[in-house]
């Protein structure tokens, strides 16, 4: 489009001025918060918790990204789980070349969907069958409506601090007391719509059996992030965990593994896999598309069978099992799934956990860390919490100057204390090391605050 006299409309990039390159992040900001609310497609990437300039992306490759002024970052977001062969893997950027050149999108069904489901149930021995969707909140939402429609039933359990995206019914916190069904946490929600989610304290075993008992004939479902990422990082209990399932078996309510950031990246059989426990349905999502667009919820063939066209329980996505995205994520599983892979990551996530741990110590600093596979969270506390009151016990300015210390030095965390952090493959010792030499200049400085 070329501006015309007294176009009113804004003039698309090219035709703005170049950026300097001390401003280039803020320019963008400003264009983007001009065009799309708060500047960002998803709120947690407009730093509002750490204050300051989001980064704009320009490129990434292996463990690194860089930004629209050139820095470069080592990269512990990963697109928030996906990126667990680091950026612009060879086989699967081979994979996503080819899959284009055959084409985006039919609408139809094609051989590597059958492919795709046919190698996530190889990995996940309590899935019979599988439903391919685009998105986590979209296989969460449906795992509950599944539930609900295979059990008859309407109430749901939900844990305050675990997030399983963000379909309304799911959009509640804890009412007055905990154990008490959910208000709100979104404007747009009607009470009526979370009226029959339970929002109960995680790892809280007596609460748990409490709600049971009052509500277990109506409950069709318990849904858990069984290693809590969005929390940072809060494992179940193993006896919570244990009770969750035996409660759920013994009133006919489904236990559902929200495994969309633990899925294959804690392990090849995820949070489930690290627990010892089978729930009835998983919901998968980030390192199965590779970076894709591409989640799933899977479970015994008799309930996944109630599913449209089997059953009644209706489900539909325009793009689910993209035929781009699935190639992403087979070429994803393919290299995940080679010998030694987790081992190799797990040991690179643990040394950068205790690295972080021996520099803080040093310096005086509460710290307290947890790591499982490629996913590793830490706190500025002196014990690891074991739910989401004391999690929110953290002192956010000095997790804020962390934060921006560690930005400054080219390192590049999640943006708020409640989320995880996410080792590759592509990652190096050097940068581990890196990591944790500028780690300690900052926590030098924390102790002095
Ligand atoms: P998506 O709809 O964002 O693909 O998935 C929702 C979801 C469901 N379940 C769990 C356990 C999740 O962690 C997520 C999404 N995770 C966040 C990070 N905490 C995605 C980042 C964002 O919201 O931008």
């Given at each position: 489009?070329?501006?015309?006299?007294?176009?009113?409309?804004?003039?698309?990039?090219?035709?703005?001025p170049?950026?300097?390159?001390?401003?280039?992040?803020?320019?963008?900001?400003?264009?983007?918060?001009?065009?799309?609310?708060?500047?960002?497609?998803?709120?947690?990437?407009?730093?509002?918790?750490?204050?300051?300039?989001?980064?704009?992306?320009?490129?990434?490759?292996g463990?690194?990204?860089?930004?629209?002024?050139?820095?470069?970052?080592?990269?512990?977001?990963?697109?928030?789980?996906?990126?667990?062969?680091?950026?612009?893997?060879?086989?699967?950027?081979?994979?996503?070349?080819?899959?284009?050149?055959?084409?985006?999108?039919?609408?139809?069904?094609?051989?590597?969907?059958?492919?795709?489901?046919?190698?996530?149930?190889?990995?996940?021995?309590?899935?019979?069958m599988?439903?391919?969707?685009?998105?986590?909140?979209?296989?969460?939402?449906?795992?509950?409506?599944?539930?609900?429609?295979?059990?008859?039933?309407?109430?749901?359990?939900?844990?305050?601090?675990?997030y399983h995206?963000?379909?309304?019914?799911?959009?509640v916190?804890?009412?007055?007391?905990?154990?008490t069904?959910?208000?709100?946490?979104?404007?747009?929600?009607?009470?009526?719509?979370?009226?029959?989610?339970?929002?109960?304290?995680?790892?809280?075993?007596?609460?748990?059996?409490?709600?049971?008992?009052?509500?277990?004939?109506?409950?069709?479902?318990?849904?858990?992030?069984?290693?809590?990422?969005?929390?940072?990082?809060?494992?179940?209990a193993?006896?919570?965990?244990?009770?969750?399932?035996?409660?759920?078996?013994?009133?006919?309510?489904?236990?559902?593994?929200?495994?969309?950031?633990?899925?294959?990246?804690?392990?090849?059989?995820?949070?489930?896999?690290?627990?010892g426990?089978?729930?009835?349905?998983?919901?998968?999502?980030?390192v199965?598309g590779?970076?894709?667009?591409?989640?799933?919820?899977?479970?015994p063939?008799?309930?996944?069978?109630?599913?449209?066209?089997?059953?009644?329980v209706?489900?539909?996505?325009?793009?689910?099992?993209?035929?781009?995205?699935?190639?992403?994520?087979?070429?994803?599983?393919?290299?995940?799934a080679?010998?030694?892979?987790?081992?190799?990551?797990?040991?690179?996530?643990?040394?950068?956990?205790?690295?972080?741990?021996?520099?803080?110590?040093?310096?005086?600093?509460?710290?307290?860390?947890?790591?499982?596979?490629?996913?590793f969270?830490?706190?500025?506390?002196?014990?690891?919490?074991?739910?989401?009151?004391?999690?929110?016990?953290?002192?956010?300015?000095?997790?804020?100057?962390?934060?921006?210390?560690?930005?400054?030095?080219?390192?590049?965390?999640?943006?708020?204390?409640?989320?995880?952090?996410?080792?590759?493959?592509a990652?190096?010792?050097?940068?581990?090391?890196?990591?944790?030499?500028a780690?300690?200049?900052?926590?030098?400085?924390?102790?002095?605050?």
């Open positions: 489009m070329i501006p015309v006299a007294g176009d009113r409309r804004r003039p698309p990039a090219s035709f703005l170049p950026m300097t390159s001390t401003d280039a992040n803020l320019q963008l900001f400003d264009r983007a918060r001009a065009v799309i609310p708060g500047g960002v497609n998803s709120p947690v990437r407009a730093f509002k918790a750490v204050g300051g300039t989001p980064r704009f992306i320009a490129r990434a490759q463990a690194y990204m860089w930004d629209a002024a050139g820095q470069r970052y080592i990269d512990y977001i990963g697109s928030w789980g996906p990126m667990i062969l680091g950026h612009g893997h060879p086989a699967v950027i081979d994979a996503v070349q080819r899959a284009v050149t055959e084409g985006l999108s039919f609408g139809a069904p094609t051989a590597r969907e059958i492919e795709l489901a046919e190698a996530i149930l190889a990995l996940v021995p309590s899935m019979e599988v439903r391919l969707v685009s998105s986590g909140t979209e296989a969460a939402m449906s795992a509950l409506r599944l539930a609900r429609g295979a059990t008859g039933r309407k109430h749901i359990v939900k844990f305050e601090g675990c995206g963000h379909a309304d019914a799911l959009l916190k804890a009412g007055s007391g905990l154990a069904f959910g208000n709100p946490t979104s404007a747009g929600v009607p009470p009526e719509v979370v009226q029959h989610t339970l929002v109960l304290e995680y790892n809280n075993v007596q609460q748990l059996e409490e709600a049971f008992a009052l509500h277990g004939h109506d409950i069709a479902c318990l849904m858990i992030e069984a290693i809590a990422g969005n929390m940072n990082f809060v494992r179940a193993p006896e919570f965990a244990r009770r969750c399932r035996e409660l759920c078996t013994q009133h006919g309510a489904l236990l559902v593994f929200d495994e969309v950031m633990t899925g294959f990246r804690v392990g090849l059989q995820g949070a489930q896999g690290v627990l426990i089978t729930p009835d349905l998983t919901v998968l999502g980030k199965i590779g970076g894709m667009p591409l989640a799933a919820f899977g479970g063939r008799a309930i996944m069978e109630q599913l449209a066209p089997m059953g009644p209706y489900q539909a996505g325009t793009l689910s099992g993209n035929p781009v995205a699935t190639a992403c994520g087979l070429a994803t599983l393919k290299e995940i080679k010998p030694g892979f987790y081992e190799a990551l797990a040991t690179k996530t643990r040394t950068l956990v205790d690295g972080l741990q021996a520099a803080a110590a040093a310096e005086g600093v509460p710290f307290s860390a947890d790591c499982e596979g490629g996913m969270g830490f706190f500025l506390l002196p014990e690891l919490p074991q739910n989401y009151t004391a999690v929110m016990k953290s002192d956010n300015a000095r997790f804020n100057a962390l934060f921006h210390g560690l930005l400054d030095r080219g390192v590049y965390i999640a943006p708020a204390l409640y989320e995880a952090g996410f080792v590759s493959s990652h190096t010792d050097a940068d581990i090391d890196a990591t944790v030499a780690a300690r200049e900052i926590f030098r400085t924390l102790q002095k605050q």
